[in-house]
């Protein structure tokens, strides 16, 4: 009997001590994807189709799927021009906003949601952090929609008389920052009540894209005729700085009829990096110091008109389809799709997912992540 107990015992203590070396399973890592949209620049299908392709980030930027979009089309059945695009983790919805209308597809399961007209068209949409309020500009004319994320149904209408285009919720939540093709004003909205608030510059000519940074005290802005950027004090509203790329001269370009149409700071914002369309060129700006400091260019295989970074600050991404290492200013991939066709758009996000269900997103705008 002893002899028994023994045996037990030693067999207890040895599983005991298996068990105990057992190494803990890993919890499971979200997925990091890019979402590309197109046609994302203007409506030219030679860019990458009529559809969202989606590339694996942590596996060389390589294309994991591309999904056809049944919505955003014209009246006469053609394509239609992608303005702008982003995400709600509170739905589990990527939204896809055109010329006319805004599309809202569930990431999980890829399907459209609904799909919505607008008057006045729409341009380059903003959600809040929350993730339940959209800001939609009509397409260049005196308003602003806000409209309910679930639904798509217009809340309320603020109007600048600005010429509505790009658009910029701010990370807190609390305001959202309204640039108009036809004024040199920034207006900022109160999101709570949906009424501007305030407004910001003038600057020296009306305002094409811009960027923020994250404690929202700075506003950095592309302007008509600048191969550059000018700065503005976001609590003041006064504007600071005017800086002129230095070395290259302005020329043609392809689209939009500016300069530099594209801006955007790192996510520890110690660089901002401006496009310069004529030029084929990304210029990058010391911003630890003020006003930023030109450092370096680099070259892309296009003409850039946009930029944005990856949430950790590793990647820039150009519309171009070049993907930059920040840090080593080498262009590591370039966006292609399963068939090796070159990938360019201006709209597009990053998103994690973790079962099936989107956990995190970046921004398409190049926010700045200090807060």
Same mark, same amino acid.
């Given at each position: ?16 001590? +298996? ?12 997925? *990091? ?5 197109? /046609?994302?620049? *203007? ?20 294309? &994991?799927?591309?999904?056809?979009? /049944?919505?955003?089309?014209? $009246? ?58 959209? @800001?939609?500009?009509? %397409? ?13 149904? &217009? ?17 807190? =939540?609390? @305001?959202? @920052? ?26 020296? $000519? ?6 923020? #940074?994250?404690?929202?005290? %700075?506003?950095?802005?592309?302007? #008509? ?8 004090? %976001? ?23 500016? /300069?530099?149409?594209?801006? =955007?700071?790192? /996510? ?36 850039? =008109? +946009? ?13 171009? =389809?070049? &993907? ?13 799709? $399963? ?20 956990? $995190? ?11």
């Amino acid at each position: 009997m002893k002899a028994k107990l023994l045996l037990l015992a030693l067999i207890l203590s040895t599983t005991t001590a +298996w068990v105990g070396l057992q190494t803990p399973t890993p919890e499971a890592k979200p997925k *990091r994807y890019l979402y590309v949209v197109t /046609p994302g620049i *203007r409506n030219y299908l030679g860019y990458g189709g009529h559809g969202i392709h989606v590339f694996d980030i942590d596996n060389g930027h390589r294309p &994991v799927k591309f999904i056809p979009t /049944p919505g955003g089309f014209k $009246a006469d059945g053609t394509v239609s021009n992608v303005k702008g695009v982003d995400v709600s983790l509170t739905t589990n919805c990527i939204y896809i906003s055109t010329l006319e209308a805004i599309q809202c597809y569930d990431l999980t399961t890829e399907k459209l949601v609904w799909e919505k007209q607008y008057e006045g068209g729409v341009d380059r949409i903003s959600i809040s952090p929350d993730g339940k309020t959209i @800001y939609a500009p009509s %397409l260049e004319k005196e308003f602003w929609n806000v409209l309910d994320a679930k639904t798509g149904n &217009v809340i309320t209408k603020i109007v600048t008389n600005s010429g509505s285009h790009n658009t910029i919720y701010g990370p807190t =939540g609390e @305001y959202v @920052y309204l640039a108009g093709l036809k004024s040199n004003m920034l207006n900022v909205a109160d999101a709570r009540t949906h009424t501007i608030a305030k407004q910001v510059g003038p600057f020296t $000519a009306a305002i094409r894209p811009f960027t923020i #940074n994250g404690a929202e005290t %700075l506003v950095y802005v592309n302007v #008509n005729g600048l191969l550059g950027f000018e700065v503005g004090d %976001l609590r003041t509203g006064k504007m600071l700085h005017r800086v002129t790329v230095e070395g290259f001269d302005i020329g043609d370009v392809k689209r939009h009829g500016c /300069p530099s149409h594209g801006i =955007g700071l790192t /996510p520890d914002e110690k660089e901002l990096w401006v496009c310069d369309g004529a030029n084929e060129r990304l210029h990058i700006f010391d911003n630890t110091v003020m006003p930023p400091v030109q450092k370096t260019t680099i070259r892309t295989r296009d003409m850039p =008109g +946009w930029i944005t970074f990856s949430v950790d600050g590793t990647y820039a991404y150009p519309c171009t =389809g070049d &993907v930059i290492n920040v840090k080593t200013r080498r262009i590591v991939a370039t966006l292609e799709d $399963a068939d090796h066709n070159a990938v360019q758009s201006e709209k597009m996000v990053e998103i994690h997912f973790l079962n099936g269900k989107a956990v $995190a997103m970046g921004d398409q705008f190049g926010l700045g992540g200090v807060r």
